[in-house]
């Protein structure tokens, strides 16, 4: 799915109502700042840090991804400091060992989207009539995209499955759950949507 890029980068207050649609857009935007090699997000100084680790937090979305240090999420999406609640994960993001650390971003500091990314070393190409081949963008091969996104959605059942409180979020609409995989070959992040049997792998409340 190509989502449209229309969002600009901003920074937000405390009291900022922002929506899951809206977040994800500034991520995709984000995202392709860091692909072009345009990024503006990260040229700040220590005084500059220092004013933001004092003013009260408040990320957009809550990002779960790997422990693996090549991947700089703020970095990744263009992000400055304090707009995205990451939680890394060891091994597979499918091993949800961080569930209450995901709760908390995305219920008690509120974040409308919550993104579960995993990665690979993919080997991008362009293949000629491919349909799942998107204008502009170069994807890795078909058995390598599909295996990241289940990957993905197993990972999101988890994690709704354990998590009640998650998953009563997410039934009210107060939550967004979207997976992505990251190409650690062009830096492109393919964002997959919503668990396509969402509504199967919410906990019983």
Do not use: K
Not at 57 to 69: E, G, K, M, N, Q
Not at 101 to 124: D, N, Q, R
């Amino acid at each position: 799915m190509l989502w449209t890029i229309t969002a600009a980068l901003i920074s937000f207050a405390p009291d900022t109502v922002i929506r899951a649609d809206d977040a994800l857009d500034l991520l995709i935007t984000g995202n392709s700042r860091w692909v072009a090699g345009c990024s503006t997000a990260h040229e700040i100084s220590p005084a500059e840090l220092a004013r933001a680790a004092s003013e009260p937090t408040a990320p957009f979305a809550t990002i779960v991804t790997s422990s693996d240090s090549r991947l700089p999420v703020e970095m990744i999406f263009d992000r400055p400091v304090g707009d995205l609640f990451v939680v890394r994960v060891s091994g597979p993001t499918a091993e949800m060992d961080r569930v209450g650390s995901v709760e908390y971003g995305a219920l008690a500091l509120g974040t409308p989207l919550l993104v579960v990314m995993a990665h690979a070393e993919l080997a991008p190409q362009r293949v000629p009539n491919d349909p799942m081949q998107l204008p502009g963008i170069r994807l890795a091969e078909r058995n390598e995209i599909d295996r990241v996104r289940a990957e993905v959605y197993a990972s999101i059942a988890s994690l709704l499955r354990e998590s009640r409180e998650l998953s009563a979020s997410v039934q009210r609409g107060d939550l967004t759950v979207f997976g992505a995989g990251y190409d650690m070959a062009s830096g492109q992040v393919h964002f997959f949507g919503q668990h396509p049997e969402q509504q199967l792998v919410i906990a019983p409340q």
